[in-house]
Structure formats: C-alpha cells, structure tokens
C-alpha cells in the first residue's frame, strides 16, 4: 500500500540526562511531537504510555538495530525493529532495501558526504513499501530539503536538540502556515497613473494555473496575483513567472514577514499559493525590475481600503468568483478578487509589529 505523501513524523533523540531530557520530553508532548529515541529509564511512567519510544532496549515499542544479523533475536521477543544505517557508499542502500525486505518498520538515516541522492534512491524504491524511512537532521534548514525530496520526501526526521528552547524553534518551523483563508475584495477605483518600475519574478518552480503571489501596498491587504501559466495567440505562457507589481510594493514570504518587490532577488523563497489557499513556496531564479506603464487598483472589505500599482498588461491577471481570471487591463469598479488580509499592524525589516499605523 502506497504511504502518504503528507504523514511525516517526528522523532526526538533525547539526551542521556535526565533533567534535561525530561524537559525536552515534555515540550515535545506539549507540541503534539510523540515518537522518542532514547534510553526507557529517561521517560516517566506516567508519560510512558503517551510516546512511541524508539530504543535498543527490550522495552521499546519499536527495538532500534544497528546490524540485520540482529532481526532474529528481536523476532524471538516478538517485537517489531527498525535499523539504523550509515550511507557511506552505494552498497549501503542494499543493506537498506534488505531491511525492508525483511519486515524492518522503518529505517533511520544517517549520509555523510553525499546526503541527497542516496535519500532519492531510497526514496524511489521505498514509497510503496511499509518500510518508512527517517533521515537524520542537524540544522533545521535541513527539514524542508528532506521533506522535499522526490517531491515524496522521507517519512520523517530524526532531531536531537539540546533544550526545550530548541523544540520550540523546530515546531515554529514546521507550523509555517500551509494554508491561508482568502477572502474577496470589492474593487472601487481603477486608473492609469502612468510609467514606473514594476518587478517580474520569475521562480525557480513550474507553477499551475491558480498559483499565484501575495502582493500589496498595504502590509495587511495583500492581492492575489495570478501566475503567467495561461498564454495567449500573443504571448506564450510562463509557468514559472508572476508579474508582481511595482517596486514599493510588499510581497509575503513563507514565514509570514515580508520584503520589498525591489529586495528581491535570486535565491530568495517566495510565498506562492493558490485559490484554495493551499501554500508552497518556491525558488526565485531572477527578478526583473522594468519600467513599465503602471496601473492603480483600490478595493475595499468590511471599510478596510487597500490598494495596489500593476503593470497595464493583458497578461497581469487578478482572480475573481469561481476561479475567473481577471485582467488588469480589463477589471472595473464593481469587480470581486481574491486577497489575504492580516490584522492592521506595522512592518519592521519585514516583520509584523503589533502597532498603530495608516497606509494610504
């Protein structure tokens, strides 16, 4: 049976020290994280009960091996196991699929030098086993590689942090928003207001039609702005393009700050969603500032006014009722598009500050 692409698991090493690993233990339980690797003697009794406990120990749940010669004296206690393999070279991967052959429930990972590929084969050959396969993380930075590979992504991570403070750092990390409610604005005023610099982003990603960016003038109105995914007998599409809008304009990022349209550059991730509000983020490959014939956009929700400069263009495409794609040369007062709206609070180097402040 295929596994879920969306089931990824965390699994905390605890340290060997019992204040501090019974810290940890319940910041992780606090924040819904459930599945230990440890010593049985570090977990309460009273706690026991509420985590799946990795370990070399005969009273783990789950007995953690090192070596395959060990699957028999694990299936004399009738325990399930799972292995743990360092990737130093390709025969290392057999020894991989061996385990799942032989009914290992997971698989804990641990590559040297050559981290991605390895996991992709793996990968590849496991996401139809039972086998799952875990992946061992030292940065954070490193979740969002793993849960990306293949576009699958391992089944999970294996973290050992060293303070609660760093269980709280990995939830925060993992809890950027995936999905964001959009609401519809009502357009009131549309004009020309002549030439400026606009940015067109193009990402490092194939986008679909319904993604699209977040962008406004406003640091808590942001329009959706549609992909160029839908060419024209003028124009071919660019899947991977969102004309953003002019310069001064901000755009939301993925964790929830923001930048300037003219900060952005290669290398930077962008917020794209679509009009479920279903997030991702992608890849920025190039940014392009131009000058171009700029055109002013106003619309209001529940007496809140926000405002927007695109360029003038039939490829720069708002999204109306039922999914319509609206043109920026051709919407009108009266109009209804897609925007994300945050409570009013100021911006600071792109971070929400609860304030008062008036953006006109």
Not at 105 to 118: A, G, L, N, Q, Y
Not at 259 to 275: H, P, Q, R, T
Request: glycine share 6%; net charge neutral.
């Amino acid at each position: 049976m295929a596994k879920k692409t969306l089931d990824k698991e965390i699994i905390i090493v605890l340290p060997n020290e019992k204040v501090i690993a019974s810290e940890i233990l319940k910041k992780a339980i606090e924040n819904k994280i459930n599945s230990f690797l440890c010593d049985p003697k570090l977990i309460d009794d009273d706690l026991r009960s509420k985590v799946k406990l990795f370990s070399s120990s005969r009273e783990g749940d789950i007995i953690l091996i090192d070596s395959l010669e060990k699957v028999e004296e694990v299936r004399k206690i009738n325990k399930e196991f799972a292995l743990s393999v360092k990737i130093s070279k390709k025969a290392d991967e057999d020894i991989v699929i061996d385990a799942s052959k032989q009914g290992a429930t997971s698989v804990f990972i641990e590559t040297e030098d050559w981290k991605i590929i390895p996991l992709e084969n793996l990968v590849a050959q496991l996401h139809k086993k039972n086998t799952k396969l875990y992946a061992k993380i030292e940065r954070l930075e490193e979740v969002k590689t793993m849960f990306g590979i293949l576009e699958l992504g391992v089944d999970g991570i294996v973290y050992a942090p060293k303070s609660p403070e760093d269980i709280k750092g990995l939830v925060g990390y993992l809890s950027e928003q995936k999905r964001l409610e959009l609401v519809f604005v009502k357009v009131k005023e549309v004009k020309d207001v002549g030439m400026g610099d606009r940015v067109c982003i193009d990402t490092a990603s194939l986008l679909e039609i319904g993604d699209g960016a977040l962008i406004g003038s406003q640091s808590d109105l942001f329009f959706f702005i549609h992909s160029e995914t839908i060419g024209s007998e003028f124009t071919a599409p660019r899947p991977f393009r969102v004309n953003a809008g002019a310069v001064h304009s901000y755009i939301l990022l993925p964790d929830a700050k923001t930048k300037y349209l003219s900060e952005i550059e290669a290398g930077d991730e962008i917020l794209i969603v679509n009009s479920q509000g279903i997030t991702k983020s992608a890849v920025v490959g190039r940014a392009k500032i131009e000058r171009r014939p700029l055109r002013l956009i106003k619309a209001t929700h529940n007496g809140r006014t926000a405002s927007i400069l695109v360029q003038n263009a039939e490829t720069i495409r708002l999204v109306g009722r039922n999914n319509k794609l609206i043109s920026a040369t051709e919407i009108k007062p009266g109009d209804e598009v897609l925007a994300y709206i945050h409570a009013p609070s100021g911006r600071h180097f792109g971070i929400q500050v609860d304030e008062h402040i008036i953006e006109k």
